[in-house]
T-cell receptor
């Protein structure tokens, strides 16, 4: 059982380029999340999806977009990357989206924007 | 809005010593509280959670935390530190109403000295 997989593991990207971070889960969880982790700031929620076909904005959504075409996949797109988007990005999922649910995290994608 | 404050960005203990990681929360309504752990180069995993049942919560790997409403605290403890406990620990808070997302603290890095 893989749980949550993220791709790529790491990426160096030129500013202005478009980039999609991939996230796939095999647990049939309804809810999925994207966080960014920055030193000294902890994790901040970018976007979330409580079920396939719906998405919502988190704390820091600007410059990012998501889609949830099916239960398993939740890609995060940076339309035009900027250096401030240099971060480690974590995808997570939970069974139902209830606030008491445990969230399961992927291994992360380290993104550097130059 | 909910928030958590983790006191001390870095805590160092000797192997076998007590581990105490501090977390204070701010919430106008009864909170749900979580501790997550992040081992090097991995995603986060749940240690334990408080969801308004017993105030003393036991988690994995010998960790426990006590919800103290009068002190607005949810400190994480372990009686005897192991080398394998070296990691980053995150406290997080949410509330029962709606789809309020988890709000994470900035994290505390635990070092264990042999």
């Amino acid at each position: 059982i893989a749980g949550i997989t993220q791709a790529p593991t790491s990426q160096i990207l030129a500013a202005g380029r478009r980039m999609t971070l991939r996230c796939t889960q095999d647990m049939r969880h309804n809810a999925m999340y994207w966080y960014r982790q920055d030193l000294g700031l902890g994790l901040r929620l970018i976007h979330y999806s409580n079920t396939a076909g719906t998405t919502g904005k988190g704390e820091v959504p600007d410059g990012y977009s998501v889609s949830r075409a099916n239960t398993d996949d939740f890609p995060l797109t940076l339309a035009s990357a900027v250096p401030s988007q240099t971060s480690v990005y974590f995808c997570a999922s939970s069974a139902s989206g209830l606030v008491t649910d445990t969230q399961y995290f992927g291994p992360g994608t380290r993104l550097t924007v130059l | 809005a909910q928030s958590v404050t983790q006191l001390g960005s870095h805590v160092s203990v000797s192997e076998g010593a007590l581990v105490l990681l501090r977390c204070n929360y701010s919430s106008s309504v009864p909170p749900y509280l979580f501790w997550y752990v992040q081992y090097p180069n991995q995603g986060l995993q749940l240690l334990l959670k408080y969801t308004s049942a017993a105030t003393l919560v036991k988690g994995i790997n010998g960790f426990e935390a006590e919800f103290k409403k009068s002190e607005t605290s949810f400190h994480l403890t372990k009686p005897s530190a192991h080398m394998s406990d070296a990691a980053e620990y995150f406290c997080a808070v949410t509330i029962a109403s709606g789809n309020t997302p988890l709000v994470f603290g900035k994290g505390t890095r635990l070092s264990v000295i042999a």
